[in-house]
């Protein structure tokens, strides 16, 4: 199913985003004067969660125009 594949290959790059996040908040172990936070690896997935989300709406208003362009030239 095309749709379900669409959907799990956004969800492994969430992940991937997600696991980007943590490592750059896990690297500030080896910095002086740092240490990883919790607020920040929310922000990171939040960051991540609302990225996605407003691509997909964007998709999905730009389809839903299209095809309201179709009709309307057609």
């Not at 943590?22 to 919790?38: K, N």
Request: charged residues 15%.
């Amino acid at each position: 199913d095309i749709k379900r594949s669409t959907i799990s290959q956004w969800m492994m790059l969430a992940l991937i985003l997600i696991a980007y996040g943590a490592s750059a908040e896990l690297l500030q172990f080896t910095i002086p004067g740092r240490s990883p936070q919790v607020w920040d690896m929310s922000a990171n997935i939040l960051g991540v969660m609302i990225g996605l989300w407003l691509f997909f709406t964007g998709q999905r208003l730009m389809s839903v125009s299209l095809k309201q362009d179709t009709v309307r030239y057609s």
